[in-house]
């Protein structure tokens, strides 16, 4: 373990028996929408107290050892599905800093039209981009978002860039949380640098230096509630096994769900809330991702440079993107349609592969179930446009790589061949491709809690405070009316702090 622990990080070994504690604010999550939220109220002098159910790492415990990584620090080691046709493999972090410490750092504003959506369709007062701005520019602030140093931009993503640039397509450099990035490519394992400004390196410690405490390896089993208001939550801190070890109670004046879009509809459903709207644990989307893997002639060595250094936007208005992303050579191994030698040969030329990304904005919406134990399972069903438009993505991506000098594409169908040509693109186009052949993965939840105006349509109101219960707020992506169309880490920090400032303007209502 590393030796950079604050004070105030606490976890299993410093609790020996049934604990009570309590605060102002209690925080369940420590992610983009928790860690904003501690750090919010606590430098509004309120106590905070923050609990999270994965464990703590400093920047000194990350490495290239993917496997190890995945299995510390990603809910289920990364194996949590969407179930449907195709079933989506989506990941979170399970780790003090939550998946903003597993993601890529794309740190993008909500864009102007979604904003607009919002407020026409949701009645969300107060949420046009020229209200947001000095939210954004907050959060932009706290974590340093930039652009990259150019020595850090890797060969796949340059090739990317090229590709793009050679096809007259829109392509932008991509706005991270970073200072310097070294380009260790190691975004989504932990940054080994501390680069990367998560909410590890940023909010957090900023939430601890006004106060607020810590405390990994507990699991919020519900929240506690005296007539409709919530009074606080109750828990168990897990052993080094995963087991339930030890009771934990924190009674608060504000409870504050940041558990995510899976794990907040789910958290509130085992504390016996309903919604009048019936919509909590529906309206799931999640951004449809698919990847291809393009072979060159050249070296690549795409272990060297940072993740997405650039992304395309030539057809962000029909709903979809473009990046490069550097998969580690176990993970392009488990999910190649070959075997024996031909794999073999394969993952010998991982050094001249460049792994690229689609991204969708989906029309579907899925939903969550709630098994026996109050577990959650996500269902999710690909609609034929998205599954078109994956295909079709698919097809312009490889369009691109060709035309940057790629030889040879894996496409993420089963049972489609390799392209070889952009000959073979048009014969991609032609095929009927079935979905229950597509492999489709996902790092963007989204909408499961959604917030609103209008009490019989959302779950939360405009400010994420939920309806028909006081003292309880949802800060995370599961309070989305619906997808952003990028990256929604940025939308996370912005609404939260937007919405917490409007809790401390009342404090008499909220807070006492």
Not at 143 to 164: C, F, M, T, W
Not at 274 to 295: C, D, F, T
Not at 409 to 436: H, M, Q, T, W
Request: some cysteine; hydrophobic content about 40%; overall charge neutral.
């Amino acid at each position: 373990m590393s030796q950079e622990r604050h004070k105030n990080v606490f976890d299993r070994t410093h609790i020996s028996g049934p604990t009570e504690l309590d605060c102002d604010v209690v925080i369940v999550g420590s992610g983009a929408g928790g860690a904003t939220a501690a750090a919010e109220f606590a430098e509004a002098g309120y106590e905070v107290i923050v609990l999270e159910e994965g464990n703590y790492y400093g920047t000194s415990d990350f490495t290239a050892n993917a496997t190890d990584m995945i299995r510390k620090m990603y809910r289920g080691g990364g194996a949590t599905m969407a179930v449907g046709s195709p079933p989506v493999l989506y990941q979170e972090g399970s780790v003090v800093g939550g998946s903003t410490v597993v993601n890529g750092g794309m740190s993008w504003r909500t864009p102007e039209q979604i904003l607009h959506r919002w407020s026409r369709e949701a009645a969300i007062d107060g949420i046009e981009a020229a209200d947001m701005e000095p939210y954004f520019e907050r959060v932009e602030r706290r974590i340093h978002v930039a652009y990259q140093d150019p020595e850090s931009i890797g060969r796949d993503n340059q090739l990317l860039k090229e590709g793009a640039d050679r096809k007259k397509w829109k392509v932008i450099p991509n706005r991270r949380n970073q200072v310097h990035c070294a380009g260790s490519n190691n975004c989504a394992f932990g940054c080994p640098t501390g680069a990367k400004q998560s909410a590890l390196v940023s909010y957090l410690p900023r939430a601890l230096h006004f106060g607020a405490r810590v405390y990994s390896n507990v699991r919020v089993d519900t929240i506690l509630r005296e007539g409709k208001r919530a009074v606080g939550v109750r828990g168990q801190v897990l052993a080094a096994n995963g087991s339930k070890a030890t009771p934990l109670q924190v009674r608060a004046k504000l409870v504050v769900s940041s558990c995510g879009s899976v794990h907040t509809p789910a958290l509130l459903h085992r504390s016996g809330l309903r919604s009048r709207s019936g919509r909590l644990g529906q309206n799931l989307s999640l951004h449809p991702n698919s990847k291809v893997v393009a072979i060159y002639d050249e070296p690549v060595r795409g272990w060297e440079g940072v993740h997405q250094a650039y992304q395309v936007r030539e057809f962000h208005d029909q709903g979809f993107l473009f990046a490069a992303v550097n998969v580690p050579p176990s993970v392009v191994a488990m999910s190649a349609p070959m075997y024996g030698e031909e794999l073999g040969e394969l993952m010998g030329l991982y050094d001249r592969m460049v792994v690229a990304g689609l991204m969708v904005e989906d029309t579907a919406v899925g939903h969550l179930k709630m098994l026996p134990g109050g577990h959650p399972q996500a269902f999710y069903q690909l609609n034929d446009f998205d599954a078109d438009r994956l295909v079709r993505g698919t097809g312009l991506l490889a369009e691109l790589l060709f035309e940057s000098g790629a030889k040879r594409i894996i496409p993420p169908f089963a049972g489609v061949g390799e392209l070889c040509s952009p000959d073979d693109i048009r014969k991609l186009y032609s095929s009927k491709i079935p979905k229950s052949s597509m492999e489709v993965v996902t790092v963007h939840l989204m909408g499961s809690a959604c917030m609103g105006g209008d009490a019989s349509r959302s779950v939360t109101d405009m400010y994420g405070l939920v309806h028909d219960t006081e003292g309880l707020m949802v800060a995370d992506a599961s309070l989305f009316p619906t997808p952003v169309g990028v990256n929604p880490m940025e939308t996370i920090q912005a609404l939260t702090t937007r919405n917490v400032h409007h809790v401390l303007q009342s404090p008499r209502q909220y807070l006492l």
